[in-house]
Nanobody, 123 residues
Framework: QVQLVQSGGGLVQAGGSLRLSCTASDTFSIYYMGWFRQAPGKEREFVGAIRWSYGRTYVGDSVKGRFTIAKDTENTMYLQMNSLKPEDTAVYFC??????????????????WGQGTQVTISS
């Protein structure tokens, strides 16, 4: 069992930046870690992911060029969000998968989830 603890988030104006963090209790068995978001009344949306051991990152089309994913040398993944827009408002979740065949953009492939953090962008 892997526990994920998120930090960051909050309220910023459009055009601003935020950074979210997600710390895993253990990454030895993790193949992918990802970020998803869910706005009220909408389905959970893929934001980005990182192939943990290689560090290769992927981002969704709606955030490409604005959001980046990184990790540190320990067990923490980051989501740097720049040029934020009101439509980025959502609860953001981090997730982890120990399955090498993970479809990294599919939320159903991730068994471990963080607690979620609210990100609100004002216009």
């Amino acid at each position: 069992q892997v526990q994920l603890v998120q930090s960051g988030g909050g309220l910023v104006q459009a055009g601003g930046s935020l950074r979210l963090s997600c710390t895993a209790s253990d990454t030895f068995s993790i193949y992918y870690m990802g970020w998803f978001r869910q706005a009220p009344g909408k389905e959970r949306e893929f934001v980005g992911a990182i192939r943990w051991s290689y560090g290769r990152t992927y981002v969704g089309d709606s955030v490409k060029g604005r959001f980046t994913i990184a990790k540190d040398t320990e067990n923490t993944m980051y989501l740097q969000m720049n040029s934020l827009k009101p439509e980025d408002t959502a609860v953001y979740f981090c997730a982890a998968s120990p399955i090498w065949e993970t479809s990294f953009s599919n939320a159903a492939d991730y068994p471990y989830w963080g607690q979620g953090t609210q990100v609100t962008i004002s216009s």
